[in-house]
Every structure is written in structure tokens, then in C-alpha cells.
């Protein structure tokens, strides 16, 4: 990851050049030079074509993950209060959503961040820097994004490699390093501080000081505060009833 240029004031025009294809452009993000990548992204920022490719592997991810989707519906309901009186027809409707939610979550999911998460970046430029079109703060984004996918890979194969019951402390964040199978507040708040957020959270500052033309030090900033209200909320208001612990 390249951060040199991290804390720069000297904003370049991102201007017209390279003209990298979509795999340049995912290289330079992930494994080059992200503020020059996000130079050409923010000067083509047609986005089509990832956002398709990142959609079509979150949907794939959750297919194999299926039968322990249905597993763990099917687990929590028999270990619920009054277990017995539960129709059968209400366990099966209860699976068939619980997979439908997921299929449906892995499409929406990303695509409602991308707009929430542009539509901040917007709400920031009108304050600061030059302004940038919405469509090129998606696009920065979506590229951001990538890291978080990298992160969707590996909790898929933890998840197909651990028992159903454990599928809600699989996490890439550190959580993965507290004791115990306990799943409290500050469990849900240390599963937050992932290192493939975090990765994702300084392209994004990046990609944005780019598209605006500010310092990252700016957009790194409001990212920064907005990444801390989110980790928190999330710990906080996580219905826990919902979480069993894992191996009960």
C-alpha cells in the first residue's frame, strides 16, 4: 500500500493519462501506487464493470455457505424458548428467508454502502475542496471496496471450514484474538477494527483527496470520525439476543 503521499498538500490534477484497463486499475489499488490509480480513475470513472465483478463474487461467496446458512437457522430455532411449539411450516419459512436474505444482502449490501458512503464524501466536498462529480466519488468507492472483498474471501472459507454454530464469530477483525466464545458489546466493537476496513478506510481517504483535490490528511480525518461513530454504533446496537455463543 502506497501511503507516501498520504499527507501531502501538493493535489495533483489527476488529468488524463495511463489509461489503465480494470485489472491495472484493481493491481494499482491493491498491490501499486493507489493515488496515481486513482488519478485515472478520476479521470474515467466508468465504474460498470467492477461493480458487476465485486456484486457477481459477493453472490458467489454465498452460495457454497448455503447449508450452513439453513444449519444455523435451523439450530437457533431448536434452541430457542419453546422450541417444541414451532410449526414445522414456520422452520422451513424461516430457512428459505434466511437464505433469500443472504442472497439478496450480497447484492444490495455493497451497492447501499457505495451510495451511503458517496453520498458522505459529497456532503464533505460541498464543504471543502473542488468539486467533484457523484459519479467519480462512487467510483472511488467502489475501488476502496476491494480489500473489504479480499476480507469476504477469507471469512467464506473460515466459515465453510467451522461448524454452523460458530458462523457469527467469524471475522477477520480482532475480535478473532479475545478469549472465550462469549459475544458481548465489546466483542462486537473489537469485530469492527478489521485491518481490511482499515486498508479500505485509507484508500478511500486517498481516492477521495484525489477526486476533491484536498490533502488525505482531510479526507483521512473525516473518514477517521465517521469509521469511529459507525464501530461504535454497531457494537452498541447489535441486538445481541440474536448472537448465540459459538459451540453452545
Known amino acids: 500500500m502506497d501511503t507516501q503521499n498520504f499527507t501531502d498538500s501538493e493535489i495533483k490534477d489527476p488529468g488524463n493519462n495511463g489509461n489503465l484497463n480494470l485489472w491495472q486499475r484493481i493491481s494499482g489499488v491493491l498491490l501499486g501506487c493507489p493515488r496515481k490509480t486513482f488519478e485515472d480513475i478520476a479521470a474515467r470513472p466508468g465504474v460498470a464493470g467492477l461493480a458487476a465483478l465485486l456484486l457477481s463474487v459477493n453472490f458467489i461467496l454465498v452460495l457454497p455457505v448455503i447449508p450452513k446458512i439453513k444449519e444455523l437457522t435451523l439450530w437457533t430455532l431448536q434452541n430457542a424458548p419453546d422450541a417444541s411449539k414451532i410449526p414445522a411450516e414456520a422452520i422451513s419459512i424461516a430457512t428459505t428467508t434466511a437464505v433469500v436474505m443472504a442472497l439478496v444482502g450480497s447484492v444490495l449490501g455493497p451497492l447501499i454502502m457505495w451510495l451511503i458512503m458517496a453520498g458522505l464524501l459529497k456532503l464533505f466536498n460541498a464543504f471543502t475542496g473542488e468539486k467533484a462529480p457523484f459519479k467519480t466519488l462512487f467510483a472511488v468507492t467502489v475501488y476502496a471496496y476491494l480489500p473489504l472483498m479480499l476480507a469476504s474471501v477469507i471469512k467464506t472459507v473460515l466459515i465453510m471450514s ?12 480482532l475480535a478473532l484474538l479475545l478469549p472465550g466464545d462469549k459475544i458481548d458489546r465489546f466483542y462486537m466493537i473489537m469485530s469492527q477494527v478489521d485491518p481490511f476496513s482499515l486498508w479500505g478506510l485509507v484508500l478511500l481517504a486517498v481516492g477521495s483527496s484525489v477526486a476533491m483535490k484536498v490533502p488525505a490528511v482531510k479526507t483521512g480525518t473525516y473518514l477517521g470520525v465517521l469509521w469511529v461513530i459507525f464501530v461504535l454504533l454497531a457494537g452498541l446496537l447489535t ?9 453452545m
Do not use: F, R
Open 239 to 247: 441486538p445481541l439476543s440474536k448472537m448465540p455463543a459459538a459451540g
Open 162 to 173: 467451522s461448524p454452523a454454530q460458530n458462523m457469527y464469530k467469524v471475522s477477520t477483525g
